[in-house]
């Protein structure tokens, strides 16, 4: 019956046009009541009108309503997939066309990019639309609200994690890969490594969820290190990550920068196996390092740009100390602000120390 009511009301405000009379909102129902009353047509379309029944209507609704999901679900799955260009003029598939801006004076000879949606195009925006002023932002709940999506970037080495577990990332790392740790804890990138768009000002992660720091990484294009399995020739470091070793042997405590559930927590590893190590890896968020024999005489490539200090040497409240038995230079607390991977370099040739080698994946 609603539908049938809908047909009227359509046809009433048509009939109502075609005499100048105006069909608002506010007197719809009245003006459709009068036409009923004083046009046999319309009371014929009421008479004869097909009724549907209120248990269609609903199901017709939940397809609506499951299909506008499904399209919604579809599109963030993409999006959550790459990372966006969104420095392109356009959405994908559709095509640019270059026209002079009619709001611009004839000086200027300005051009206005103009995107023509294709063919296949099924949704609810307008098909040509100029995106050139457009933020990042706006371009995003373009793609949310009009079933559209721009190409993917060609992504880093370290957007992707070749490791059994694929997505796991070192979330407990003070700061992503490119980026150097400070005094206060937040993070710099370091511009000869580090090429994405957020190098303006310092960030500080420590507040930031496993899953604000995925997001953050898919705007920013800077990734976490990949959790990596030792290998079965290499043992795991006496302390993990961030974790500095006390005056006892084997016992550990968390240093400054680790923001872990563990924060203030005491640990002595001695007998722990490797598999107990992993429990306390998951349970305390936190990552041992993998250490191999040779791993301080030979190498093929030393990994400067994972590794903010060299080999046995600890993080502390933004520096790398050296570990009690070093006295073969002087300078046993750097400050790892800045330590670019030329000045590791060269601290290894002044200092003999090294960095850790380079994971061959």
Request: aromatic share 10%; glycine share 2%; hydrophobic share 30%.
């Amino acid at each position: 019956m609603r539908v049938a009511f809908l047909s009227v009301l359509i046809l009433t405000c048509f009939y109502e046009r075609n005499n100048n009379i105006l069909c608002n909102d506010h007197d719809k129902n009245s003006k459709s009541e009068n036409a009923l009353n004083s046009n046999t047509m319309l009371k014929n379309i009421v008479k004869h009108s097909p009724i549907i029944s209120e248990s269609t209507i609903e199901d017709t609704e939940l397809d609506i309503v499951k299909k506008a999901h499904k399209n919604e679900n579809d599109m963030l799955n993409s999006i959550e997939k790459c990372i966006k260009n969104y420095a392109l003029p356009c959405p994908k598939n559709w095509k640019l066309k270059k026209v002079m801006n009619s709001q611009v004076k004839k000086i200027d000879e300005e051009e206005e990019n103009i995107c023509i949606a294709s063919q296949d195009y099924n949704g609810f925006c307008e098909t040509a639309k100029s995106f050139d002023n457009f933020s990042e932002h706006d371009k995003m709940n373009f793609e949310l609200s009009c079933n559209v999506e721009w190409e993917c970037k060609e992504t880093s080495d370290n957007s992707i994690c070749n490791s059994e577990n694929k997505q796991k990332r070192y979330y407990s790392s003070p700061c992503p890969i490119g980026f150097i740790i400070q005094k206060d804890n937040s993070c710099i990138a370091d511009i000869t490594i580090y090429k994405g768009m957020c190098n303006v000002n310092n960030i500080n992660f420590t507040h930031m969820t496993d899953m604000e720091k995925e997001q953050w990484s898919l705007r920013c294009d800077a990734y976490w290190p990949c959790y990596e399995e030792c290998k079965l020739n290499e043992d795991y470091s006496i302390c993990p990550r961030l974790w500095k070793e006390t005056e006892k042997p084997f016992e550990c405590v968390p240093t400054d920068e680790y923001i872990g559930p563990c924060k203030g927590h005491i640990q002595n590893f001695k007998n722990y196996t490797k598999n107990m190590k992993t429990e306390f890896e998951e349970l305390c968020k936190v990552k041992f390092e993998c250490i191999n024999v040779n791993d301080d005489n030979t190498c093929d490539e030393r990994d400067y740009e994972h590794s903010p200090c060299p080999i046995g040497w600890i993080i502390q409240n933004g520096y790398c100390l050296a570990p009690k038995s070093y006295s073969v230079c002087n300078r046993t607390k750097i400050s790892i602000e800045n330590l670019t991977i030329k000045k590791k370099k060269q601290f290894e040739t002044d200092c003999l120390v090294r960095w850790p080698c380079k994971k061959i994946k």
